[in-house]
């Protein structure tokens, strides 16, 4: 079964931060692509950050630019983010995701970033 | 950015209707346009890519139209488990873009 499972989600303080993971199973985990997509609390879908499948193209949202890091480590069959300077606006669930037509998602990780 | 304009923002039927939902792009996005399907609590599932096929899994009431900057999800006749929020999504220019959603309420 294809799954992909985020975990290291929390509270954290303004100017804080955090490492997400993503865990792949059921798939080549190394020939795909992968994303990161967010949704704060009561909005819709934000897209976030991708990493190809060697890591070779890295892209951020705006938003994110500077802040976050996305890497991956096939061996491990593992995708990361992590988000340094938290702001209240980062508040959200976090999910990865399978290739830019997001054929596959996690169940999320939540992200609370509050004094 | 393609900014993706999704129409109604709220739809109330009944089951057994009809539901058909309109998803612009502010450009061209040929047919790299995918939708998903959220329930409350729930992550999103991918039901419709490349604008009309259907993913692995997917019942054959729902089914996607368009190209180019026009799209429409349609579910031909709705089960009590099709209310949810629907997103489009494109794909064909970077950054990959989401609408604000259609919620699918029962009326």
């Known amino acids: 079964e294809v799954q992909l499972v985020e975990s290291g989600g929390g509270l954290v303080k303004p100017g804080g931060s955090l490492r997400l993971s993503c865990a792949a199973s059921?798939?080549?985990?190394?020939?795909?692509?992968m994303n990161w997509v967010r949704q704060a609390p009561g909005k819709g879908l934000e897209w976030v950050s991708s990493i190809s499948s060697g890591s070779s193209h890295i892209y951020y949202a705006d938003s994110v630019k500077g802040r976050f890091t996305i890497s991956r480590d096939n061996a491990k069959n593992s995708l990361y983010l992590q988000m340094n300077s938290l702001r209240a606006e980062d508040t959200a669930v976090y999910y990865c995701a399978r290739r830019e037509a997001m054929e596959v998602w996690g169940q999320g990780t939540t992200v609370t970033v509050s004094s | 950015e393609i900014v993706l304009t999704q129409s109604p923002a709220t739809l109330s039927l009944s089951p057994g209707e009809r539901a058909t939902l309109s998803c612009r792009a502010s450009q061209s996005v040929s047919s790299y346009l995918a939708w998903h399907q959220q329930k409350p609590g729930q992550a999103p599932r991918l039901l419709i890519f490349d604008a009309s096929n259907r993913a692995t899994g997917i019942p054959a009431r729902f089914s996607g139209s368009g190209s180019g900057t026009d799209f429409t999800l349609t579910i031909s006749s709705l089960e009590p488990e099709d209310f949810a929020v629907y997103y489009c999504?494109?794909?064909?220019?970077?950054?990959?873009?989401f609408g604000q959603g259609t919620k699918l309420e029962i009326k």
């Open positions: 059921g798939f080549t985990f190394s020939s795909y692509s």
């Open positions: 999504q494109q794909r064909s220019n970077w950054p990959p873009t």
